[in-house]
């Protein structure tokens, strides 16, 4: 369930939770997709056959793709309304526990853990997010991720 908030309203919702985002299945297509985007063609992403005897059974996807999958993750926890510009600023930390397995479905769990008024009026958001892996022990990615809105 997306939380949907004006700019002006993000100071009272710091330290809330934001629930959990849906499910998005991670495709060797999209590995493929990603590898080709950044010349990062490891057997262990992109050769499904050689995959299978390797240490994970079979293909993974890149743990910087499912770090740019934070993006549509995060969009489906919390909308802000009321801004012409998202930036994404940074990363305060991020680890990858568990690989994601081709074929794979992963969500965001996540919380607005700051929030802080930046130059130029904009705010500034920092999230606590885990990337939880269908039917997984482990999450995919843990990460403290840094966004700007400006109105």
Request: aromatic letters at 8%; one cysteine or more; charged letters at 20%.
């Amino acid at each position: 369930m997306t939380t949907t908030v004006p700019i002006e309203d993000l100071p009272a919702l710091e330290g809330s939770a934001l629930g959990t985002s849906g499910w998005i299945e991670v495709t060797q297509s999209m590995i493929d997709q990603f590898a080709d985007a950044t010349h990062d063609y490891q057997w262990i992403h992109t050769d499904v056959e050689r995959a299978k005897d390797g240490p994970f059974g079979g293909p993974i996807a890149h743990g910087y793709l499912t770090l740019s999958l934070l993006i549509p993750l995060w969009t489906d926890l919390l909308d802000v309304t009321g801004v012409r510009t998202k930036v994404n600023y940074g990363l305060e930390k991020v680890r990858f526990p568990a690989p994601v397995p081709a074929g794979a479905r992963i969500r965001a769990v996540g919380s607005l853990s700051k929030v802080e008024q930046v130059a130029g009026g904009g705010v500034q958001l920092t999230g606590d997010v885990t990337v939880e892996i269908e039917n997984a022990d482990k999450p995919a990615c843990v990460a403290r991720p840094v966004f700007r809105f400006y109105p």
